[in-house]
């Protein structure tokens, strides 16, 4: 369910959902606002978000923009200059990483830095160490409360790191080494999605569970399963999970 449509400003109005519970204390009780911009190539789970955590007169968080890949959040980020990006780690153009890579001088600029959040679906450790040493300065999964996402956008805001507790040990682990990571010939050669139907076969989801947990359809993800087993010459989704267990992957 990818949106190819272009990038969407807003003006982050509030109170279209005024039944929607309560984002805690983080944002409009003190008087504080932030500027925010979703990037994710699902409509539906921006669309999901905005309704979340957009209401700025009850969170404090306005979301002036959204974007479904990587030029397009390079053009909005640009344009509207935002506090915080809510950024997806695996999208169209060349994923989370170059959208970092690009957005580098707006990261650095002392006087109005752009900070980054990574919202994913993944908690891979090459996914979250590979979004932080581009820049952004915490990683939360999709699994996260509409409070706790908006207690986290602010605390980026104010500089801080924050991060989905598990995923903290990647990271620790990653920047308390000195040795670069062993290259992976094998997992190199499938794609981002790939990877991620690839984590969750091998931890015993279903695909009608993979399909609904990625937006995908069940045939997409029979595809995606089928281009990894003949990627990594494996037979069936038995051995799949096999050798996913031997490289931690689970």
Wanted: hydrophobic share 40%; aromatic share 4%; with cysteine.
């Amino acid at each position: 369910m990818s949106d190819a449509n272009e990038p969407v400003e807003s003006g982050g109005s509030a109170g279209e959902t005024p039944e929607a519970p309560a984002a805690g204390p983080a944002g409009a009780e003190d008087g504080r606002r932030v500027r925010v911009v979703l990037v994710d190539d699902h409509r539906m789970f921006r669309t999901g978000v905005q309704a979340e955590i957009g209401q700025t007169e009850r969170t404090g968080v306005e979301v002036v923009g959204e974007a479904a890949d990587v030029d397009q959040a390079v053009t909005v980020i640009t344009a509207t200059r935002p506090e915080v990006v809510l950024l997806d780690v695996h999208l169209p153009g060349g994923g989370g990483v170059e959208v970092l890579r690009r957005c580098a001088p707006l990261m650095a600029d002392a006087e109005r830095p752009v900070r980054f959040l990574a919202l994913s679906v993944s908690d891979a450790a090459e996914d979250v160490i590979g979004v932080i040493r581009g820049g952004a300065r915490g990683y939360v999964t999709k699994t996260i409360t509409g409070a706790d996402l908006v207690d986290s956008v602010f605390r980026v805001q104010d500089g801080d790191a924050v991060f989905s507790p598990r995923l903290a040990g990647f990271v620790l682990d990653a920047f308390a080494s000195t040795d670069a990571p062993p290259v992976d010939e094998d997992m190199d050669r499938l794609t981002q999605r790939e990877r991620e139907v690839l984590r969750l076969i091998a931890r015993g989801y279903a695909y009608k569970e993979i399909a609904k947990q990625l937006f995908i359809s069940v045939k997409t993800v029979e595809s995606h399963v089928s281009a990894v087993l003949r990627k990594l010459q494996l037979s069936n989704r038995h051995e799949l999970t096999r050798w996913a267990t031997a490289r931690r992957l689970v």
